[in-house]
């Protein structure tokens, strides 16, 4: 928390304040490299891991000098305030959204994440994980769909050749 005169009287404002902390918290992606069969996920990570790492970060001052962010600001680590709920049964519960990466295929990450799942449902005690929403199974159906459809068209065409050469008696 700051008081905006007191920051006027160091020169600068709440957003120069956000730019500055902004620019020194930051977790981007560089690109991939492959490494035999795995492919990497490279990224240029430079996130704080404390209060006490924010606290300390050095700012500019425009009037010329520098000072440490807690000498211009409170500091501290605070609880989010909750900005929405999710209920489920009337219930309050934790929603979690998975997605996969483009280059995925939605069947097998659908199939590890369940696996994962009951792997981690057996650690908890007193809480329920659950698939509320599961879009692989759309694309599971689809698939046995082709198969179903695959197997049928196949097999309506030998099963007339077979009843025509058996009524026709021809071999």
């Keep these: ?84 709920m999710v209920h489920r049964d009337g219930e309050r519960t934790i929603n979690i959204s998975i997605q996969k990466s483009s280059d995925a295929n939605t069947v097998e990450v659908a199939r590890e994440l369940r696996k994962e799942i009951k792997s981690i449902q057996n650690e908890l005690q007193g809480s329920d994980l659950e698939i509320f929403s599961d879009t692989a199974t759309n694309v599971e159906n689809a698939i046995d769909n082709v198969v179903q459809s695959a197997l049928l068209g196949g097999c309506w065409p030998s099963l007339f050749y077979i009843c025509s050469c058996v009524i026709l008696n021809r071999p």
């Design 1 to 84: 928390m700051f008081l905006r005169k007191f920051l006027s009287g160091y020169g600068l404002t709440a957003g120069q304040l956000a730019q500055v902390i902004g620019s020194e918290n930051f977790n981007t992606p560089l690109g991939n490299m492959n490494k035999g069969a795995l492919e990497l996920n490279i990224r240029q990570v430079g996130e704080f891991e404390s209060v006490q790492e924010i606290q300390s970060l050095v700012v500019s001052l425009p009037r010329g000098g520098q000072a440490r962010l807690e000498e211009i600001a409170d500091v501290r680590l605070t609880p989010k305030e909750a900005n929405g």
